[in-house]
């Protein structure tokens, strides 16, 4: 079945650097995009952006620029979030997310299958 | 503050209907843009409820049911059950952020 497993959590100070990963089994790693979303703790989701897993190319929204890294290992069906610069209100459950894309924009559709979560804790 | 506007909470008693809306603007729902839907059943990831719109996921109750019209989207739920208490969340694209965008969360009660 498609799915794909997370890295476990991670307790880190301010300032430190985290690598979450994502790996994918199932169906053919480099025929999906994969997204990342943050949910920081009582709130909503939140699109960080996607991966073209064909390409290597990245896609980051607005406000996860900079600090924030995507990349890929393909033969091992990985995708992974890089944070650096670790700051308190980085804590939140990422989550990995297949998304097929649309042509008509070039960007990700619906999210399913989505990863079990990553908890991240940033904290001195 | 979300690009797309969900209640932030709704409730009804087993067997009832509720509905879950979610407004956006000619930038994103009223562009065209598709709208999906997810469950996020307490402490674990969002699931897929409804693809393009209207469409459910094999595995998916019929009990849920999604429609669009001009610039809103809306979840329908129907004999609820208590199963059924969960976040639900809206996703579609936005073309002015050149963005995925989230509806901020609807939280459902059952009575």
């Known amino acids: 079945q498609v799915q794909l497993v997370q890295s476990g959590s991670e307790l880190k100070k301010p300032g430190a650097s985290v690598k979450v990963s994502c790996k994918a089994s199932?169906?053919?790693?480099?025929?999906?995009?994969m997204n990342w979303v943050r949910q920081a703790p009582g709130q909503g989701l939140e699109w960080m952006g996607w991966i073209n897993t064909n390409t290597g190319n990245p896609t980051y929204a607005q406000g996860f620029t900079g600090r924030f890294v995507f990349s890929l290992d393909t033969s091992v069906s990985t995708a992974y979030l890089q944070i650096s610069s670790l700051k308190a209100e980085d804590t939140a459950v990422y989550y990995c997310a297949r998304a097929s894309i649309v042509v008509v924009t070039a960007t990700p559709g619906w999210f399913d299958p989505w990863g079990q979560g990553t908890l991240v804790t940033v904290s001195s | 503050q979300s690009v797309l506007t969900q209640p932030p909470s709704v409730s009804g008693a087993p067997g009832q209907r509720v509905t879950i809306s979610c407004t956006g603007s000619?930038?994103?729902?009223?562009?065209?843009?598709?709208v999906h839907w997810y469950q996020q059943l307490p402490g674990t990831a969002p699931k897929l409820l409804i693809y393009g719109n209207s469409n459910r996921p094999s595995g998916v109750p019929d009990r849920f049911s999604g429609s669009k019209s001009g610039t809103s989207a809306s979840l329908a739920i129907s004999g609820l059950q208590a199963e059924d208490e969960a976040d639900y969340y809206c996703q579609s694209y936005d073309s002015s952020l050149s963005d995925v965008v989230f509806g901020g969360g609807t939280k459902l009660t059952v009575l």
């Open positions: 199932g169906y053919t790693f480099t025929s999906y995009a």
């Open positions: 000619s930038s994103n729902i009223g562009a065209g843009y598709d």
